[in-house]
């Protein structure tokens, strides 16, 4: 039986509601099946695990932390890899490298992981291109907030460090066919793409013009999504309550108490922190909403929504990976208008209800992870 390390910069038994740490418990659940596997991990506090196939380190300290960003940038590697790095993590997974056919390391920051002289296999499961993302985040951030110029940098490092894994690494796994188009013009036999996933697939709920809450979820410490938040109750909403004084806008993800009490000031606004269970929450929602300005590869938010059969409203940016199965916009007014045009009319509700059912199926875990099983056997 082939034995594999599992190396993961969270951790994947947290049951935080996060994209990385879901995917990564479901592919070790799934690799066990019919390898040998062991997990390591990086995590903010002790596990209270004894099983003897997951080894936990202990993330360093602030100041550690600060210490390891510095070095980082010294050695021209991106900022958050000091920001994951454990120095102990490093030395075990070097020391016991040797005992694996094939290392699997989860999300870019894990790559740093990747032992010295290790002749097995190793695949990098990247997702997206985080490049990419930062230049975004360069461009739509003031130029009066330092963390401008934080992404500027961070983006032409992450840039350099893709060339290095693609190079580096057996496989890389991208989610969306627009980003392995772009990386397969230098690296075609290495890249591949793995598709998002849902666990589970809902009954389609029905249309009634009672509901009237537009639906959010994601994690609100992550920049991209608290910026499409902020956007859209400072720019949106008002004005969309003019029209519609009943509408809200529902949110579930975890999120700081300064954003809590910041998006709270708006009465139409209900935040509802992390939950496992959201059907309640997507039941007497009219749409999902996926208004990013800084998106890269597919939105797990758009196929969460769609696995309810949810219609789904996006930014143009997030819609190029979904076709024509989601209603799209190209501006404030345009996005207004789209909201009104969904909920008042049922033949159009209708229509993208079954057109997010659909689409859906095909990301279902019990048949993207067959994807993992055939790369892994490559």
């Known amino acids: 039986m082939k034995k594999i390390l599992f190396v993961s910069t969270r951790n994947p038994y947290s049951g935080r509601y996060s994209g990385d740490v879901i995917r990564s418990l479901k592919i070790i659940n799934t690799l066990k099946k019919k390898f040998y596997v062991d997990v390591v991990y990086l995590t903010k506090k002790n596990s209270n695990f004894n099983d003897k196939n997951i080894t936990s380190f202990i993330r360093p300290n602030f100041f550690l932390k600060i210490l390891y960003c510095f070095i980082s940038l010294i050695k021209i590697k991106p900022i958050q890899f000091g920001l994951f790095f454990s120095k102990d993590m490093k030395n075990y997974i070097q020391s016991v490298s040797h005992n694996y056919e094939l290392i699997f390391f989860q999300h870019i920051r894990a790559s740093q992981y990747l032992p010295e002289k290790f002749y097995g296999k190793t695949i990098l499961d990247m997702g997206d291109l ?6 975004q985040t360069y461009n739509y951030l003031n130029f009066l907030n330092p963390l401008k110029y934080i992404y500027y940098i961070e983006s032409i490092i992450v840039k350099k460090i893709e060339s ?28 591949l793409k793995v598709d998002e996933s849902v666990e589970k697939i809902y009954k389609k709920f029905s249309y009634s013009k009672k509901k009237n809450k537009i639906l959010f979820v994601g994690n609100l410490n992550y920049l991209p999504n608290i910026l499409a938040c902020k956007e859209f109750v400072k720019n949106i909403l008002p004005r ?21 009490i910041l998006l709270s000031r708006n009465k139409n606004v209900e935040i509802i922190g992390s939950k496992k269970n959201i059907i309640k929450f997507a039941q007497n929602s009219f749409c999902g909403l996926a208004n990013l300005s800084i998106a890269t590869g597919i939105q797990v938010k758009v196929l969460k929504y769609m696995s309810y ?29 789209k909201i009104i045009f969904l909920k008042n009319r049922k033949i159009v509700w209708d229509t993208f209800s079954k057109k997010s059912h659909f689409f859906v199926k095909k990301y279902k875990w019990n048949k993207v992870q067959n994807q993992y099983l055939k790369i892994i056997n490559l």
């Open 130 to 135: 985080y490049s990419d993302n930062y230049k």
């Open 164 to 191: 290095e894994i693609f190079s580096e690494f057996d496989k890389v796994l991208l989610f969306s066919k627009i980003e392995v188009k772009k990386s397969k013009k230098n690296f075609n036999q290495k890249v």
């Open 240 to 260: 969309l309550n003019q029209i519609m004084p009943e509408i809200k806008f529902c949110i579930i993800g975890d999120i700081s108490k300064k954003n809590k």
């Open 309 to 337: 059969g949810l219609p789904v409203i996006c930014s143009n940016l997030v819609a190029s990976n979904f076709d024509k199965n989601v209603l799209n916009y190209k501006s404030n007014k345009d996005l207004i208008k």
